[in-house]
């Protein structure tokens, strides 16, 4: 019913109807989000806060009200919404800016099922200040909630986890975990990357310290992220780079920073990657993220049923509790050989590690094949994936039959 609205989708690949399911790698973008990228450039195109003309104006006005809207989508204000770069960004934001206060043998707490960019910024910046790096293990593919609280101390000044895994797809407590960390006084980052496009976030309702995400993800352009952080927070932090647009004065003895939000946002910002995130918002709001989320559990649980009666097919994930991402291996088949596979089919997936190399290690495999739903996927896809994958089977199958049967000729 959605996919009309996803030019992309209506393209043929070797043939073959698209069949996109690597969402959680990027969503496509519907017209309205193309469109209003385009008017921007054609008619409105400025750089922002500087000139007095119409157009600076126009856009200026555009951009502004982009962290308003962002604001509302969250329940925020707009000072507490600074653009990113992405995700990623906003998490090393983070990491250089909250460490900057933290001494030798304070503690940061992270997950087991992290995407490496809420690892490597926070290791990265402990190894040089001696901060203690704790890991809350995973049971069952969920997280082992009694050995969090185990982990927690005095010393804990961060826990950082994702929302929903992007490999799992395990939809992770945040609420009880902001709870249980604020009894300790510590800061509560969410990785929201996975999360933002498939369920309602309300920062208020949750009392998270920091919220992360990114645009590219929610039907929004590439270039353009989000940081939410409490204002009293934000105002406390140091900003994370220097340049234009975040100050108030400079002079060569002393600069005074500017305010909320700008003091995070140096330089000329991705103006027409903020209008496309309003427009993917707008997109959002009229379908309502409790349908969209509807329409993606109903769809997973669909998929779930569906790949667990493959024979030699194995669910990565707790199945009861994942929404949106579900990853499988096929035994004895190389992921990246079904993917390829699946590509001649005109069905795109991930195969690898999905940037959660420790995960990976934990769970003793090399990498998965991961589909990753959203509104415009239906079961009409799920099924011609199913197909897909017992014909990858069939054919593997018959491979390695010949193979034995050779080897057995040779030896006679
Ligand atoms: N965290 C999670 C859970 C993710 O899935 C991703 C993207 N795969 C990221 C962070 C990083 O997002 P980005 O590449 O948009 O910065």
């Not at 509302?72 to 998490?91: D, H, Q, V, W």
């Not at 043998?105 to 490496?116: K, P, S």
């Not at 079961?379 to 897909?388: G, S, V, Y």
């Amino acid at each position: 019913m959605y996919e009309k609205d996803f030019p992309i989708l209506k393209q043929k690949v070797n043939r073959k109807r698209l069949i996109y399911l690597d969402n959680a790698a990027t969503s496509q973008k519907p017209s309205q989000v193309i469109q209003a990228m385009n008017d921007f450039y054609e008619k409105d195109n400025a750089n922002v806060h500087r000139g007095l003309h119409e157009l600076s104006m126009r856009s200026s006005f555009a951009y502004e009200k982009a962290h308003e809207i962002v604001g509302n989508f969250i329940n925020a204000s707009e000072e507490e919404i600074i653009f990113t770069k992405g995700t990623t960004e906003s998490l090393n934001l983070l990491a250089y800016t909250l460490t900057k206060s933290l001494k030798k043998g304070d503690e940061i707490i992270l997950t087991e099922m992290e995407h490496h960019s809420n690892i490597v910024p926070w290791t990265e910046l402990a190894k040089e200040k001696g901060i203690k790096i704790k890991v809350i293990p995973l049971k069952d593919y969920q997280l082992d909630l009694k050995k969090f609280k185990l982990l927690l101390t005095k010393k804990t000044k961060i826990v950082s986890l994702t929302h929903i895994s992007n490999v799992l797809g395990t939809i992770n407590p945040i609420k009880e975990i902001i709870k249980i960390s604020h009894k300790y006084k510590a800061l509560v980052i969410i990785d929201a990357a996975q999360s933002i496009s498939h369920m309602k976030i309300d920062v208020k309702e949750l009392d998270c310290d920091f919220l992360a995400f990114s645009g590219h993800k929610m039907f929004g352009p590439t270039g353009i992220g989000v940081l939410y952080g409490k204002k009293k927070l934000l105002e406390k932090l140091p900003p994370f780079q220097f340049g234009g647009g975040m100050i108030k004065e400079v002079s060569f003895n002393k600069t005074t920073f500017n305010d909320l939000p700008w003091k995070f946002e140096a330089g000329t910002p991705n103006i027409a990657e903020a209008i496309g995130l309003v427009k993917a918002i707008e997109y959002i709001n009229k379908i309502g993220l409790e349908n969209i989320q509807a329409h993606n559990q109903e769809l997973t649980n669909y998929a779930i049923e569906r790949l667990s009666k493959i024979k030699d097919l194995k669910i990565i994930g707790p199945k009861d509790n994942q929404l949106g991402v579900i990853s499988f291996y096929i035994k004895d088949i190389h992921p990246h050989d079904v993917s390829e596979f699946l590509n001649g089919e005109g069905i795109a997936i991930r195969s690898g590690n999905h940037c959660a190399m420790p995960l990976m290690n934990i769970l003793k495999i090399q990498g998965t094949n991961r589909i990753s739903l959203q509104i415009y996927n239906t079961t009409k896809d799920i099924d011609a994936l199913i197909i897909a994958l017992n014909k990858v089977k069939e054919i593997f199958n018959g491979w390695r039959r010949r193979n034995l049967q050779r080897k057995h000729i040779g030896s006679l």
